[in-house]
Nanobody, 123 residues
């Protein structure tokens, strides 16, 4: 069992930055691939970024490539999402998730989910 708690969301103007954090506890964190997803009102949850257990491989949705950066610190059991050049269309609840796969972009391959943190980008 892995417990995930996100933090760092908030209200920011377009063009600004935010850094989300996801603290993990429970079974060994460093053996899990990790990912960030988001869900806007009335829309399905979508993949944002993923990172392998070692941090050596990362993968991004086209919509955030070049603006968002995922990273992890296994010593702190924490994964991060640095979000730069934010746009109003980035407004959503952001979720951290853990997978037994080395890295994945499909929701169905993630086993554990956090409760989410809200990000609102004003124009």
């Amino acid at each position: 069992q892995v417990q995930l708690v996100e933090s760092g969301g908030g209200l920011v103007q377009a063009g600004g930055s935010l850094r989300l954090s996801c603290a993990a506890s429970g079974r060994t964190f460093s053996s899990n691939g990790m990912g960030w997803f988001r869900q806007a009102p009335g829309k399905e949850r979508e993949f944002v970024a993923g990172i392998s257990w070692s941090g050596g491989t990362t993968y991004y949705a086209d919509s955030v490539k070049g603006r968002f950066t995922i990273s992890r610190d296994n010593a702190k059991n924490t994964v991060y999402l640095q979000m730069d050049s934010l746009k109003p269309e980035d407004t959503a609840a952001y979720y951290c998730a853990a997978t037994h796969w080395s890295i994945a972009s499909m929701n169905s391959r993630y086993d554990y989910w956090g409760q989410g943190t809200q990000v609102t980008v004003s124009s």
